[in-house]
């Protein structure tokens, strides 16, 4: 069973709103319900083996959502990235944090901090975290476009591989499964490169509720699949 572990995850937390309002709490309490589930799913990951994360936490549409919920997650990340416990626990378990996203999109004391975290775990190498904020999957293809035609990379330079070196992913393996909870059975413009060829597994629980019990559903799941590239060949 080890070695069917997934190496990389991509995790799409969804729900915590729905959550919420089945419940009769406000919708920021469903977020912060989904935050500290967080916490928990990463301990699982790191116990468990696998060596990447990679989460949605805000995508580039969720900036249309009312300005009151935008700052209040936009809080959750500054305090989970800033919390002396929490910067001591990525230090402990040898956690590398990387932000990919639109940075210059946040204010600039959450661009502080992700600066701040960025640097303080550059050097770690047992486990890496990719945290989505105000990312878009095609907004990443579309930058690396552009950042390929400012550098004139020659025509025949230019294949999957280069393209892939300057996605916001860079330098990372592509994912081998991609876990979404909520019920919801779509990719909602996330990581589109990366994920071509992952294994997808849909967890009908809204996120709050998610368990290691279910990650372990999800690893069943993945550890039964025989992974194909291009068709059922």
Same mark, same amino acid.
């Given at each position: 069973?080890?070695?069917?572990?997934? *190496?990389?995850?991509?995790?799409?937390?969804?729900?915590?709103?729905?959550? !919420?309002?089945?419940?009769?709490?406000?919708?920021?309490?469903?977020?912060?319900?989904?935050?500290?589930?967080?916490?928990?799913?990463?301990?699982?990951?790191?116990?468990?083996?696998?060596?990447?994360?990679? /989460? $949605?936490?805000?995508?580039? @549409?969720?900036?249309?959502? &009312?300005?009151? @919920?935008?700052?209040?997650?936009? &809080?959750?990340?500054?305090?989970?990235?800033?919390?002396?416990?929490?910067? @001591?626990?990525?230090?402990? !378990?040898?956690?590398?944090?990387?932000?990919?996203?639109?940075?210059?999109?946040?204010?600039?004391?959450?661009?502080?901090?992700?600066? *701040?975290?960025?640097?303080?775990?550059?050097?770690?190498?047992?486990?890496?975290?990719?945290? !989505?904020?105000?990312?878009?999957?095609?907004?990443?293809?579309?930058?690396?476009?552009?950042?390929?035609?400012?550098?004139?990379?020659? /025509?025949?330079?230019? *294949?999957?591989?280069?393209?892939?070196?300057?996605?916001?992913?860079?330098?990372?393996?592509?994912?081998?499964?991609?876990?979404?909870?909520?019920?919801?059975?779509?990719?909602?413009?996330?990581?589109?490169?990366?994920? !071509?060829? &992952?294994?997808?597994? $849909?967890?009908?629980?809204?996120?709050?509720?998610? &368990?290691?019990?279910?990650?372990?559903?999800?690893?069943?799941?993945?550890?039964?699949?025989?992974?194909?590239?291009?068709?059922?060949?």
């Amino acid at each position: 069973m080890k070695n069917k572990i997934p *190496n990389h995850i991509v995790l799409f937390p969804d729900g915590n709103r729905r959550w !919420a309002k089945q419940k009769g709490l406000p919708s920021l309490k469903g977020h912060l319900k989904g935050h500290e589930k967080f916490k928990d799913f990463l301990t699982w990951c790191q116990e468990k083996g696998v060596k990447i994360v990679t /989460v $949605f936490g805000f995508s580039t @549409e969720n900036w249309k959502r &009312s300005k009151k @919920e935008v700052n209040y997650l936009m &809080s959750l990340f500054k305090k989970g990235l800033s919390e002396k416990k929490e910067i @001591e626990k990525f230090q402990k !378990a040898g956690v590398k944090v990387k932000i990919i996203g639109q940075k210059k999109r946040l204010s600039k004391s959450l661009q502080k901090v992700i600066s *701040n975290i960025e640097e303080l775990t550059k050097n770690n190498k047992k486990f890496y975290l990719n945290l !989505a904020v105000s990312y878009g999957g095609r907004w990443d293809i579309v930058q690396a476009i552009k950042r390929i035609i400012k550098e004139k990379v020659p /025509v025949k330079k230019i *294949n999957e591989d280069l393209v892939g070196s300057f996605l916001s992913t860079a330098g990372l393996s592509a994912p081998d499964l991609v876990i979404r909870a909520g019920g919801e059975k779509r990719l909602s413009n996330f990581v589109l490169w990366q994920s !071509a060829y &992952s294994e997808l597994y $849909f967890c009908p629980k809204l996120w709050p509720d998610f &368990s290691e019990k279910d990650l372990d559903k999800a690893f069943q799941d993945y550890a039964k699949r025989q992974r194909r590239y291009g068709g059922d060949a």
